[in-house]
Antibody, heavy 122, light 109 residues
């Protein structure tokens, strides 16, 4: 059974930093591209970032480019999101999600975690 | 990076069919057959319902179907059931980014 479990969400002040983690199990982690998707309270889904199966390619939404860094440790079946220079508009539930395509990226996300809440507030 | 355009809400009675549209551009929906649809119930994570425009993952009811014409993709739900009441989001491949629609709230009357 595929499981994705996010952690690391807390309340942080504007300008602060935070690192989210996602522990994956139930599939061959290093065969799949992974994504972060966020959802602000009461709002829709927003794609944030992806990292390819081997960590060689990373992409970001314009809204987080230069502030967030996605990474992965395939030896630990783990995905990360380093979030710097946080803004109030970054407040959201952050989901870790698995790409459906093996050794490609399609932005078609077949498994999602339950999310971890990041609140940016003074 | 503009979101794909979806109607804010749609409604239908049990047993009826509804269609949700998702309009993008020639840079996303119009150029790739990598359009997916997600169902999200309140307080729950999104669930993949359709991928590659019209394919259903294992376990998804055949009452859900997808299609695309030009820059617009569509999700059709036939034989509406109370459990279909949820938010629905489309998503498209757009090269170095993914783009979601703004979401559509489906109400089963």
């Amino acid at each position: 059974e595929v499981q994705l479990v996010e952690s690391g969400g807390v309340v942080v002040q504007p300008g602060g930093s935070l690192r989210l983690s996602c522990a994956a199990s139930g599939f061959t982690f290093d065969d799949y591209t992974m994504h972060w998707v966020r959802q602000a309270p009461g709002k829709g889904l927003e794609w944030v970032s992806l990292i390819s199966w081997d960590g060689g390619s990373t992409y970001y939404a314009d809204s987080v480019k230069g502030r967030f860094t996605i990474s992965r440790d395939n030896s630990k079946n783990s995905l990360y999101l380093q979030m710097n220079s946080l803004r109030t508009e970054d407040t959201a539930l952050y989901y870790c999600a698995k790409d459906r395509s093996r050794m490609e990226y399609s932005y078609e996300l077949d498994y999602w975690g339950q999310g971890t809440l990041v609140t940016v507030s003074s | 990076q503009s979101a794909l355009t979806q109607p804010a809400s749609v409604s239908g009675s049990p047993g009826q069919s509804i269609t949700i549209s998702c309009t993008g551009t020639s840079s996303d929906v119009g150029s790739y057959n990598l359009v997916s649809w997600y169902q999200q119930h309140p307080g729950k994570a999104p669930k993949l319902m359709i991928y590659e425009v019209s394919k259903r993952p294992s376990g998804v009811s055949n009452r859900f179907s997808g299609s695309k014409s030009g820059n617009t993709a569509s999700l059709t739900i036939s034989g509406l059931q109370a459990e279909d009441e949820a938010d629905y989001y489309c998503c498209s491949y757009a090269g170095s980014r993914g783009v979601f629609g703004g979401g559509t709230k489906l109400t089963v009357l």
